[in-house]
Structure formats: C-alpha cells, structure tokens
C-alpha cells in the first residue's frame, strides 16, 4: 500500500509538473525545481539530521549511563591450595602455652613425619574447580561535576545545529541565484531568437525590393550586394543565437533537475520592465543579521569560544557517583562454591589533573587561537559584505539609467528607421543610410533586452547582498 501511494503521488507531482510546463513554468516554479532537486542542499539537510542527533546525543551526558561486562574463561588446571594431604596433630597444650607433639608420638606416613594422633586434610578438600570461570558486572555511572564539560558539549551541540541550519540557508540562496541567473539567460536569449528573426525577416524583405528596384533600373548592384552581406551576417547571427538559446535550455534543465532536452515555455519570456523594483533599502546591522554568512561565522566564533571552556575544563576535578553489582563464579563469599554468587557497591569517584607536561594549557592556548582567526574571519567578512552591498546599490542605479536611456534610444531608433525607409522610397536617402538604420533598430532592441535582463539580475543581486533572496515569495 505504502508503494501505491507513492506511485500516485509520483504521478500527480508529474501530471502537475507537465500541465505547468504546458501553460509556462513560473521564476518561482523554476526556483521550487532547484531546491528540491538540487544535491548541495540535501547535503546540507542530512547536516542538520545530524545536527539535531547531535544534540540530543549531548544531552544524554547528563543521564546516569549503565554498563555490562562478562568474560568467561576455560582453565586448563584445577586449583590447589595444598600440595599433598595434610595431617594434622591432634593434642594437649603444653605447660609453656605451646602445643607440639613429642617426639614418641611421632609416626612416618608416606614419607611425612606425622603425630599418631591426626586429622586427615585431603588435598581434594583444599581444590578449587576453577576450569569455568565466569565474572558478570553490572554498573552505573552519574557524572556530577565534570569541569562544566559536560554543559559546554551541550551548549556546543546547539550552536553546531544552528550553524548547519545557517550553511543551509547560505546554500539556499545560492541555489536561488544560480536557477534565476538561468532563468534569465534563457529569457534574454529567447527575446534575442525573436528579434534575430524579426531582423532577418526585415532583411529579406528589403532584399525582395532593392532586386526588384535593380532589374527595373533603380539601384545599383553594389546595393543588392551590401544588402546581401548584410542578410548573411543576420542569419550567422540567427544562427548563434539559436545555439546559444539551446545551451542555455539545458543548463537551466540541469539547474532544475530535467532532462537537458526538456524544451517548455517560460512565462516571463515577453518581458517588458520599464523602472527598477522598490527595494527598502537595510542598514549594515540589518543586513549582517540577515546574511547567513555572518551569521554562520558569529556562531563558529561562539563555537570556539565554548570548545576553550572546554579545554579549561581539563584543569578541573571531576566526580561521579558508581554503583556495582558483581557476580562470578565460582564464587569465594560463603566458602567456595561453584555457583554464581554476587555483591553490590556504591561509591563516589574523584579524579584531578595533576601534571601531564603542559598538555592543558596548550590545548587551552589552541582554543584561543582559533577563537582569535574565528573573530577576524567574521571582521573581514562584513567589510566584504558592506562593498557588495555598496557596489549592489550604486549598480542597480547605474542600470536604472540604463534602462531609461535604453528606451530613449529605441524610441529614436524607430523614428530614425521610419523616416530611412520613407525616404527611401521617396529615392532621397540611400541604402547604406538605410541598412544603417536597421542596424541601429537592431542595435537599440538588443541594448534594451540587456537592460531589462541586467536589471533583474541586479534586483537578484541586491536581494542576495540584503541577505533576503528567496524570503519574498
């Protein structure tokens, strides 16, 4: 069942996909294809899974933790606590307090000197069956002052998550440039396909007059020659725009995760942007708090800052609470037994550092030094960060007028075009002025597809210096 509902799902998301790429995929549709396909951002995910396993890792440090140990061993020999029988004299204290048999009652047993009156200790009786030898420990442990280590790894286990959703962020915003920066190529191109043809079309129509004019005696072949070269040079332009149209479709398909031959309308294709975007502009401490990359490095120096206290931890006592239970066999609490016999025990245990060649304090001065470089990073960071945001501004302004001054020309270029043309006809302009003016029309059309384009990947630009590309929508 659980694989039915995923086919179903497959399909959907597929049905929907195919019915918006039918009616002309979206900025954002193409955004949404990077992210979700995009395999730097699922690393970054699976960095913050472990983040959060991290995490909740580190909080156990502070839960008493339990342990089990057995070994069981085969001897090869017995144990034998005496090396023969044992006779032992059975008689009276003497008058001094002693007690000693004399020598009369003194008897020689299989070699040995032995009191005729005696207790037999059998060497049996002194053996210990040790040949299966098993020891069971079951022990607890409750950390109560480790040197705050244990509140630091905790601390650090925190800031590490944060940083792992920080680069992911980063990551994220870098994705979204990539797709928009595709996704505008593609548009800049397609406009650019349009106006080649419309061009060329011009062109031949043109060519179409100036041979009708020359078999009728009114221009010159030199004229239908320039117009010729002229037609040439458009279509070896078609012909590059066309294969720069398709590469740029594959490496948005790529961008996406589509098959590099998916070809799909975009909906912004007939773009018309006449003015920039209103952007509120932030201040520098808006924006550092915004950009995932001071942020990352705010948190690296935080990070370093707990790992000295860590290391400072090294100087201090530690102490924790145990509590045992052992059992073995055999066993030796109520004679010797064979059996499993066992006993508990409680304790507090205590260990200070007393003298390891310095090894502390270098470590401590290690932590410092990376807490230091983590510091100057951030520093070098934001004065980074301030010229992108200056250069961002003052380059979507410089474009702005571009734009304006773009649209002006193309205004004249159309006037200058429709009066070659009529003059033309009237036989008073020739040409030349003519083809002039037509690369003029060409020139003015391609210079505001540019504009428009750059400014959008300003506005992307800018968003990205602001710290919020991708937060809008």
Not at 118 to 133: F, G
Not at 139 to 165: C, D, F, H, W
Not at 261 to 278: H, R, S
Request: with cysteine; net charge neutral; aromatic share 8%.
């Amino acid at each position: 069942e659980k694989m039915i509902r995923v086919f179903i799902c497959m399909v959907l998301w597929l049905t929907g996909l195919s019915l918006k790429a039918q009616s002309g995929l979206s900025l954002q549709d193409c955004r949404n294809l990077a992210v979700e396909n995009n395999k730097k951002l699922k690393i970054a995910d699976e960095e913050i899974q472990s983040g959060l396993a991290q995490k909740e890792e580190a909080f156990t440090k502070y839960l008493p933790g339990i342990d089990a140990a057995g070994i069981y061993m085969r001897n090869q020999k017995k144990m034998n606590l005496l090396e023969h029988d044992a006779y032992l004299p059975v008689g009276a204290l003497q008058a001094d307090g002693s007690w000693r048999p004399r020598p009369d009652q003194v008897q020689i047993i299989n070699g040995q000197a032995v009191p005729k009156d005696y207790a037999l200790l059998p060497k049996e009786a002194m053996s210990v069956d040790d040949r299966n030898t098993a020891i069971l420990q079951l022990g607890l442990t409750q950390p109560v002052y480790m040197g705050g280590k244990i509140r630091a790894y905790n601390r650090l286990a925190g800031l590490s998550l944060e940083l792992a959703y920080s680069k992911r962020e980063l990551e994220l915003q870098n994705v979204i440039e990539l797709s928009d920066e595709a996704y505008w190529q593609v548009v800049s191109l397609i406009n650019r396909k349009k106006l080649a043809e419309k061009y060329v079309e011009t062109l031949k129509k043109f060519e179409r007059d100036i041979d009708l004019m020359y078999k009728t005696g009114l221009s010159t072949k030199a004229d239908v020659l320039s117009v010729k070269v002229k037609l040439n040079e458009a279509e070896m332009q078609q012909l590059r725009v066309e294969d720069g149209l398709s590469l740029a479709r594959m490496h948005l398909n790529q961008v996406c995760g589509l098959s590099t031959d998916t070809i799909f309308p975009l909906k912004d294709e007939n773009i018309v942007i006449n003015k920039v975007q209103g952007f509120e502009q932030l201040s520098l401490e808006q924006i550092y708090a915004k950009r995932p990359e001071v942020v990352g490095l705010e948190l690296a120096t935080r990070i370093y800052k707990k790992k000295e206290k860590i290391a400072l931890a090294e100087y201090l006592p530690t102490v924790a609470l145990t509590a045992n239970y052992l059992t073995m066999t055999p066993s030796f609490f109520n004679g010797i037994s064979t059996k499993f016999d066992g006993m508990w025990s409680v304790g507090v245990g205590v260990k200070a550092p007393l003298f390891h060649w310095g090894a502390s304090r270098k470590s401590l001065r290690n932590a410092r030094a990376q807490t230091g470089m983590a510091e100057y990073r951030l520093q070098e960071v934001k004065e980074q960060i301030e010229l992108q945001v200056r250069q961002s501004e003052f380059k979507i302004k410089e474009v702005a007028k571009k734009l304006e001054m773009a649209g002006t020309n193309l205004e004249k270029a159309n006037e200058n075009l429709k009066l070659a043309n009529l003059g033309f006809q009237e036989g008073t302009i020739p040409v030349s002025n003519v083809l002039e003016a037509q690369s003029a029309w060409l020139s003015a059309h391609s210079e505001l597809i540019d504009s428009r384009i750059e400014m959008k990947l300003c506005e992307v630009y800018l968003q990205k210096a602001y710290g919020i590309l991708g937060q809008e929508n």
